[in-house]
């Protein structure tokens, strides 16, 4: 069974402070990893990757995968308070559906 | 252009009842995902359907779970005769193509059962 764990679950950093979220991956058929935003609403899209070692960057929020330790981080520099959120990672499976597996998540709180 | 919409964002059942989760994709998308996500739990996958045709079902407990994506109409997840381990969030997300070009899944902001 496909497999996607985050840490930590959750988080409590200050204004300006730079974090790091981690998602390690066990998936079949492996196409790409995914992360999204969740505030309280909907998850919105931030990034997919599916090349190692390719840093994704907007603005503040950058990625980067490892196919080889099946592993990803996000990265937040500079953090403001509207970054806080659950922050979903997700592996994609191209076996014959475009199936994503969930983590749990990160909720990132951010206080000024 | 709007979102993906799903209605009701709450919903109340009790034990027995019939639970009807509705989601209209996007405007020009024609793939649908439903997803379902337990408290304290990541969103797990459930079925994925385009117009008429059941592509991914291998996430739907395989009693009183049924959905359909109609010709004409929104998408539509039915619980039959729910019990309290149904209660949950209901994601819909909606892509032009399979998964879209980015891999991009557009999510509605959802829906949550509960079951008394």
């Known amino acids: 069974e496909d497999k996607v764990v985050q840490s930590p679950l959750s988080l409590v950093v200050h204004e300006g402070d730079t974090v790091t979220l981690n998602c390690s991956y066990e998936v079949t058929n492996f196409r790409s990893l995914l992360w999204y935003k969740q505030e309280k609403k909907a998850p919105t899209f931030l990034f997919m990757l599916t090349s190692s070692g390719i840093e994704k960057k907007s603005g503040r929020l950058s990625s980067i995968l490892d196919k080889k330790e099946l592993f990803s981080i996000l990265n937040i520099t500079a953090t403001q308070t509207g970054d806080s959120a659950v922050y979903l990672c997700a592996g994609h499976s191209g076996a014959g559906s475009y199936q994503l597996t969930f983590g749990k998540g990160t909720k990132l709180s951010v206080i000024p | ?116």
């Not at chain 2, 994709?25 to 459930?46: A, C, D, I, N, T």
């Open chain 2, 1 to 116: 252009n709007a979102g993906v919409m799903q209605n009701p964002r709450h919903l109340v059942r009790r034990r027995g009842q019939e639970a009807r989760l509705r989601c209209s994709p996007m405007k020009g998308h024609s793939h649908v995902y439903w997803y379902r996500q337990l408290p304290e739990e990541g969103l797990k996958f459930m079925v994925y359907l385009q117009k008429e045709n059941i592509i991914d079902e291998s996430g739907m407990p395989k009693e009183r779970f049924s959905a359909e994506f109609p010709k004409e109409g929104p998408s539509i997840l039915r619980i039959q005769q729910v019990v309290r381990g149904d209660s949950a969030a209901y994601f819909c997300a909606s892509s032009p193509l399979q998964g879209g070009n980015t891999g991009e899944l557009f999510f509605g902001e959802g829906s949550r059962l509960t079951v008394l």
